[in-house]
């Protein structure tokens, strides 16, 4: 089976322009979830998904910052404009909600550098 | 105070040494817990799930003490290839499934 599909793998790009990331969850999974991981910050969550509703964005860190998932089988997650803070490796996970079991399964991530 | 804490290590043992990993958290209302493998430049995967009865999965041991809010996490007889960084992981309580990622202990086998 296909784990959880994110492209692309490597971004560079200049500090102001628009960066899209994406995301294909595991087939069925409902809730999809979006971190960020760095050295400093190690990863934290950014906003998550249940069955393509956005449910907590709290961990987005501002305007900048925007996630749409406009069907079961997709997500983006927008950095408009990007800045070199933003630099760190993107991950999607997603899981399925069974009682007792909450175990995400992760993307192998987006790492992205804003110079 | 950080939610779930962790010593980044890293720890430096030789393999068949035996190592253990220690972690705390904060939040009383959590219910479920985890360790996760991260290897350098890759994702984090699921190592074990951990119970409150502790549970064992071939070389590895997972303990949950509640009363503490303290979680634990034993290698035996360790293995070239257990040289990662592993992640003690909870959920975050009032929305069971989000979680709440350590920052990670540093284990490194050497020959």
């Known amino acids: 089976d296909a784990g959880v599909i994110q492209s692309p793998r490597h971004e560079v790009t200049e500090m102001g322009q628009e960066v899209t990331l994406r995301c294909k969850p595991i087939s069925g999974h409902d809730y999809l979830f979006w971190y960020r991981q760095t050295m400093m910050r190690g990863l934290e969550l950014l906003i998550y998904?249940?069955?393509?509703?956005?449910?907590?964005d709290s961990g987005m860190p501002e305007d900048r910052f925007s996630a749409k998932m406009p069907n079961a089988s997709f997500s983006t997650l927008k950095i408009q404009p990007s800045e070199p803070r933003d630099s760190a490796v993107y991950f999607c996970?997603?899981?399925?909600?069974?009682?007792?079991?909450?175990?995400?399964?992760f993307g192998p991530g987006t790492r992205l550098t804003v110079t | 105070r950080k939610e779930v804490e962790q010593d980044p290590g890293p720890f430096n043992v030789p393999e068949g040494a035996t190592v253990a990993f220690n972690c705390t958290y904060s939040n009383s209302a959590s219910q479920s817990f985890f360790w996760y493998r991260q290897d350098c430049r890759k994702e984090p995967k699921l190592l074990m799930s951990v119970y409150s009865s502790g549970n064992e999965d071939g070389r590895f041991t997972a303990q949950l003490n509640r009363a503490s809010q303290y979680i634990s996490l034993l290698i035996r007889d360790s293995k070239l290839s257990d040289s990662a960084t592993y992640l003690c992981v909870v959920n975050g309580g009032t929305g069971f499934q989000k979680l709440v990622f350590g920052t990670g202990t540093r284990l490194l086998v050497s020959p």
């Open positions: 996970a997603s899981s399925l909600h069974q009682q007792g079991a909450h175990e995400q399964y």
């Open positions: 998904f249940n069955n393509n509703v956005p449910i907590d």
